[in-house]
Each structure stands twice: as C-alpha cells, then as structure tokens.
C-alpha cells in the first residue's frame, strides 16, 4: 500500500506501509554477546600495520596501535577469533612465543606472503585485554594434530609446575590466559586447505582431538569445523558425518558464508541475507538429526564465525607478487550498499540467536573490515562499521520474535524479497527496546508502524539512520565522513504503536525507554 506524503519542499513524496508487531511473550532468545564477535588473522594488513605497527606515532608499549584499539573498543566486540583462517592450517604456534629475536620467519603458504612471527600469542592475548575483548583460538589440524593442540592449552590455559605452563611463566605472563573457545581446525573440507580432509579423516581427528583438550581443560568450549560455504559439494553430508564422530565432545558447528554483488544487481543483492536465514536452519536440522539418531540430550549450536561481504578485492588480488611482508591483501573497501548488506546479515543472525550463539565479522581491521589504516597514517571507519557498531552496543538483551507485514519484491534471481529487515531487541536491564530496521527499496520510503502494546508509555529516546543517495558511496582517508549516520530520523508514538518513516535504502535504529 502506498501513503501520500509531502517532503520539506512540497514535493509529493510515495511511502509504503509495513507493521511490526513485537510481544515480549514471544522471544526468539536471549542474545549470546559473542554473536557480535570479530575475526583477526595473520592475513595482509590485519596484524601488522593493522594492530601492531611498533613505529606507529600512537604505538603503545607493546607496539599496538592505540588509535585501533579505541575504535575496537567502540565497536564493543565481545570476542576475536584467532589466528586463522587458513593461516592456521599451516602454523607452528610455537613461533610465536619467547623472545622475538629467536622467532623465525616463515614462507607462509596459505596466503604465499612472509610471516615474520612478531606476533603470536604472547601478544595477542594481551592485545585482547587492552581491547575489552576474549580470545576465539583455533588450532592446527592441517598440518598438525591433537598432541599440538592439547599443548597449546596447556601454554595458555595450565596454572605452572608443566612443561609448557612453565614455558608460558618463562616467558613472562605468571597467569595463564584462560582462553575459553577453541577452534578445532579452519575449513577442513576445502581443497585450497593445508591438510585438507574427508569428513571421516577431520571428525576422526577433532574428536581425538576434542578429547585430550577436554580432559586437559574440561571448562573450555569447543567448535567443530561445518563446510567452508553453502556451495560446497559435500555440504550436509559434511556436518552430519562431523557431529556423527564429535557430538559429545563439541559445543558448536561452525557455518562460513561471504556476500557479493559481482554482477551489479543491487536489488538481488540487498536480498541477500535470506540465503544467510537458509543457510542457517539448514545446518541446525542437520545437528537435531545427528541429535535425534544418538538419541541424546546435547544441542549442538552454531557458531557462525566467518562471515561478511567480500569480492570487491577479488581482482586486485590476482595481481599480488608472492612473499611479501603485510601485503595490501583482501582490502575490500566497502560501499554504501555493503552496509545495507550487513545489516541485514546482522538482522538474519539475531533473527536465528536461539541456535547462533557466536559470529565472527571477518575481519576487523584492513583485511575485509569495518576499520581501515594507513601504514604510519591514520584510521578511518568503513561503511559497514556503523551497523556493526549499533547493533554490537544496542543489540544486548533478548530478541523478539518478529511479526512483519510488508511487500516483497523479486528479481530474476531471486522471489519474494521483503522490502522491510527488521528485529525488536528488549533490554529489560537497560528499559530499553531497540528496533534494527533496512528498508531495501531503492524508489519508495515506508512507514513502518510499530505496535507498542506490550510496551505501555514508551517513549523515543533517538532514531538513528544511515543513508546516502549514492549506493556506491565510500569512506576514504581522505574523506571518513562520506557515510556517517545521523540522529534526525522521523519516529513518532502515538497511543499504543509508534511509525517510524524508513527512508528510501537505509539503515534504522530506533531506541525507546520501556
């Protein structure tokens, strides 16, 4: 349906009408805060000239770069996955302790760069700190096994009076680093993986594996590697065949999914994330079947810890000449569509947080990330940091169930697109209910109507909004502020419900005190 609207110039303006009804009766669940969690591995840009730049004029004591660390700190990421990636299927963890000067370099082969070992987990447990933030470590089971791993654990997570406890204490950190969730293994079914495997060889090899750390350290939560992508040939068979060796030892499966617009159908793009919904309930039937044949009382849950839009850098890529030191590799830079995109990606998982209990942004600094640098110069937001930003800091508490009528939309390549992403988040220790909301239509605002009955006497504390006329539009060093949100969106409550006008292709975020 369409509204008669009149803009500041008197110019007939067409707005769509969609309503949103939000119970509190009706949760989807309560909120994992670590579905806002971020991805660093040693990858271009990401650890050296990203966090770390020892000659950088805000270098701190440990030669982390402060002004990244305090844009980390903003976007309030709740855990950083670490360090790989394909990295890691080819990694010696030991490189990267003790006194630097030892440390060797390496060819590394999963991104045909140098890696110079500077930073390992010495530093990055403690670059964690700084950053308010937990560690997600994944072990080698490419090139490596279970032993390596259970070492490992004990390095970062045995009090002292062992071997690689001591090892730790020697190298100065007294107190272990109590790392929590553990990766076992990157993207085992990928032929492009060091060390890739069959479904029987990987759940063979994290279940042994699975075992020993769990013995070690019986407090730690451990992730099953599920298939790199959606596409994968051996998808669901893959997850099955895992969680038929693992289902007693794991805690989650992990889902890896990136988005692109390579043929410039916009439209079709901003629908995206309906493939990320699928995606989703696909890989939870296939746990609670797994669940359901070993008649057991566990759920697996899913931690979707690699997941963003990636393909503008594809081509730039290509050209890279092999064995530098942090290359300009992977360096997406992210368009005004692209935090649409995310958004709605954001949506989808908060939609399905019942199951999604982790999610990693990957990456979070220069290498597919919200936050840019410049090697000695400055650092800037991209255009996907603010929906992540808003969603990180006003999307804690629990979701609810959304009941969302709208019109959709289709495309050659896809049906039945609605025009409305939205999802209720209520923080009841807060008193507060935040409504995330994009309006995919690239012609027409919407009139959103939000029925408030469950929540008497609400009243608006701000609408945030992130638009642009130019869904190409960058951020840039030279140019940070070329898309940045702004608080002057339209809600107004009346009664029982608000209507919150969604302007043409933007992001909403309308915050009410309950």
């Not at 669901?236 to 693992?246: D, F, M, N, S, Y």
């Not at 890279?320 to 935090?339: C, G, K, M, S, V």
């Not at 539009?473 to 919150?500: D, F, L, M, Q, R």
Request: aromatic share 10%; with cysteine; net charge negative.
């Amino acid at each position: 349906m369409v509204l008669l609207k009149y803009d500041n110039a008197f110019r007939k303006v067409d707005y769509m009408k969609a309503k949103l009804i939000l119970n509190k009766d009706f949760p989807v669940s309560e909120i994992d805060n670590r579905i806002y969690g971020s991805f660093i591995e040693h990858l271009g840009r990401a650890v050296y000239h990203g966090i770390y730049e020892p000659t950088h004029p805000t270098a701190d004591d440990m030669g982390f770069r402060k002004d990244v660390l305090e844009m980390v700190k903003q976007l309030n990421v709740p855990i950083v996955r670490y360090p790989g990636g394909n990295f890691v299927s080819g990694y010696n963890w030991e490189d990267g302790t003790g006194p630097k000067e030892k440390r060797p370099r390496r060819t590394e082969l999963a991104w045909h760069v140098i890696e110079t070992n500077e930073v390992g987990i010495d530093e990055f447990q403690e670059w964690a700190k700084r950053a308010n933030t937990e560690v997600m470590q994944a072990v080698n089971l490419g090139t490596r096994g279970s032993d390596e791993a259970r070492n490992l654990l004990e390095y970062c997570n045995f009090p002292k009076g062992t071997y690689y406890s001591d090892m730790r204490r020697a190298n100065g950190f007294e107190e272990p680093f109590d790392i929590k969730v553990w990766c076992l293994g990157n993207e085992m079914d990928g032929p492009w993986q060091i060390g890739a495997k069959t479904a029987e060889e990987y759940g063979r090899i994290a279940c042994e594996t699975a075992k020993v750390m769990k013995e070690l350290d019986p407090s730690i939560e451990l992730v099953a590697c599920g298939s790199s992508n959606l596409f994968m040939p051996t998808f669901g068979k893959w997850e099955a065949t895992v969680l038929e060796h693992t289902y007693d030892y794991v805690d989650y499966i992990s889902l890896h999914n990136y988005y692109g617009n390579r043929d410039n159908d916009t439209k079709t793009y901003l629908g995206c994330s309906l493939d990320m919904d699928e995606f989703i309930k696909s890989v939870v039937a296939i746990c609670d079947y797994v669940k359901a044949i070993k008649k057991s009382d566990k759920t697996i849950n899913l931690s979707f810890d690699e997941w963003n839009v990636w393909f503008h850098s594809n081509e730039a890529d290509k050209k890279l000449e092999r064995w530098q030191i942090a290359p300009h590799q992977l360096e997406d830079i992210y368009n005004f569509e692209d935090a649409l995109v995310v958004g709605c990606l954001l949506i989808t998982l908060l939609k399905n947080s019942d199951r999604v209990k982790m999610a990693c942004l990957a990456q979070l600094v220069n290498v597919i990330a919200p936050i840019m640098t410049e090697n000695g110069g400055s650092a800037w937001a991209q255009t996907i940091f603010y929906p992540y930003l808003h969603a990180s800091n006003f999307g804690r508490g629990v979701a609810l169930a959304p009941v969302v009528k709208c019109d959709t939309y289709s495309t050659e390549k896809k049906k039945d697109i609605p025009y409305v992403e939205t999802i209720g988040i209520m923080n009841e220790e807060k008193k507060e209910l935040t409504v995330f909301a994009v309006n995919r239509s690239l012609e027409e605002g919407i009139d959103l109507e939000i029925d408030l009955r469950d929540f008497a006497n609400a009243k608006l504390i701000e609408h945030i909004v992130l638009e642009h006329d130019d869904m190409k539009a960058v951020n840039s060093a030279e140019n940070p502020n070329n898309v940045v949100p702004h608080n002057n969106g339209v809600t107004k409550i009346s009664g029982n419900a608000a209507v919150a006008t969604l302007n043409k292709h933007s992001w909403n975020v309308i915050r009410f005190q309950i």
